[in-house]
C-alpha cells in the first residue's frame, strides 16, 4: 500500500526558511519521480517543483524557481523541498505527490490527476 507522508510545514515570517520532507512507503521509491506541489484556499492546484527518480532533472514553477530547492534520498525513501525567503503568497498546503514514471513530471490542475499524493501539510508565511 502506496503512502507518502509529508511534514515540517508550519508558521514561518516574511524572509523565513521552511524543510518540508516527505517519507515514502510502500513501492520502489527509486523508480518514480516525484513533485511537490501546493493549493491555497479558493485556488487551483500549482505545480511547485519535480525531480526525477535519479534526480537526474529537476524542475521548478517560475513562482519559487531561486528560492525553493528540491531534493531527494533514495536509501532514505524521503523526497525534500527546503524553501527559503518564503513570501505571503507561498502560504497553501502543500502535497508531495508520485510521479507516473521515473522520468516524467506533470503539472496536473487538480490533485486526483496524481498517481498517488498525500495528505499535505499546511505552509503560513505572515508576520
Known amino acids: 500500500q502506496v503512502h507518502l507522508v509529508e511534514s515540517g510545514g508550519g508558521l514561518a515570517q516574511p524572509g523565513g526558511s521552511l524543510r518540508l520532507s516527505c517519507a515514502a512507503s510502500?513501492?520502489?521509491?527509486?523508480?518514480?519521480?516525484m513533485s511537490w506541489a501546493r493549493q491555497a484556499p479558493g485556488k487551483e492546484l500549482e505545480w511547485v517543483s519535480g525531480?526525477?527518480?535519479?534526480?537526474?532533472?529537476?524542475s521548478y514553477a517560475e513562482s519559487v524557481k531561486g528560492r525553493f530547492t528540491i531534493s531527494r534520498d533514495n536509501a532514505k525513501n524521503t523526497v525534500y523541498l527546503q524553501m527559503n525567503n518564503l513570501k505571503p503568497e507561498d502560504t497553501a498546503l502543500y502535497y508531495c505527490?508520485?510521479?507516473?514514471?521515473?522520468?516524467?513530471?506533470?503539472?496536473?490542475?487538480?490533485?486526483?490527476?496524481?498517481?498517488?499524493w498525500g495528505q499535505g501539510t499546511q505552509v503560513t508565511v505572515s508576520s
Open positions: 505527490a508520485r510521479e507516473w514514471g521515473a522520468y516524467s513530471i506533470t503539472a496536473p490542475k487538480s490533485i486526483d490527476m496524481y498517481d498517488y
Open positions: 510502500g513501492f520502489a521509491f527509486s523508480s518514480y519521480a
Open positions: 525531480i526525477y527518480s535519479d534526480s537526474s532533472e529537476i
